[in-house]
């Protein structure tokens, strides 16, 4: 081997250890780079969310409902400035992983929880069901700031609506039902009271004859 052959190889070593450095160099910058995006991701997230608690505030004011007067409002503005977010597992421990599991679940499985809605309305009453779905919207489902979240929230109120429809389909059917036995009765009582008054004819008729 020539001394040019060894002094190429020697330069190709030192290319080759400056491609590497420079490669775990990017690297490094792109890990703490998705650090960072991933935890300003996670703080606009939770503004986000305060925030749309702070305007379901706002509206129930506007809309004067009776559980919204202005020091209930502006108590719950306040306190929600004071909310600090922490890591499931910190409070959770163990149980993380599966309260997890059972909301992801519950998430996307838009008809149990459409049935759980419904079943709080015929148990506890409608006031009670909106408290309720108050949580999921803002809970479950993260007050709908996500594209993935508007979906199954669309796909809970179409099976609310279905739900609806067909109790309304029932309640009519029954009614018709009803409506038909009333004037099948009405036609029985018809036809009775006529087949009386014919007998009494005919027993006024032989009376007379006789």
Not at 69 to 90: F, M
């Amino acid at each position: 081997m020539s001394v040019t052959n060894v002094a190429d190889f020697v330069e190709l070593s030192h290319h080759l250890k400056q491609e590497r450095l420079y490669i775990a160099s990017e690297r490094e910058q792109l890990q703490s780079l998705h650090v960072s995006v991933g935890a300003g991701a996670e703080r606009l997230f939770h503004s986000a969310w305060i925030a749309r608690q702070q305007k379901d505030a706002l509206s129930q004011l506007i809309l004067a409902s009776e559980d919204a007067t202005p020091a209930a409002c502006c108590q719950r503005v306040n306190t929600l400035e004071l909310v600090t977010v922490a890591d499931g597992y910190r409070r959770l421990t163990y149980h993380e992983s599966k309260i997890g599991r059972f909301l992801y679940l519950m998430r996307d499985n838009a008809k149990a929880v459409a049935t759980c809605l419904l079943a709080t309305e015929t148990s506890d009453g409608v006031e009670q069901m909106h408290r309720v779905a108050s949580a999921v919207v803002s809970g479950l489902y993260g007050n709908v700031l996500l594209s993935e979240d508007e979906h199954c929230l669309l796909l809970l109120l179409k099976h609310l609506i279905d739900v609806q429809v067909d109790n309304l389909f029932i309640l009519t059917s029954y009614t018709h039902r009803q409506l038909k036995s009333e004037v099948w009765l009405t036609e029985a009582q018809l036809t009775l009271t006529v087949d009386v008054h014919q007998r009494s004819s005919i027993i006024i008729g032989i009376n007379c004859h006789e």
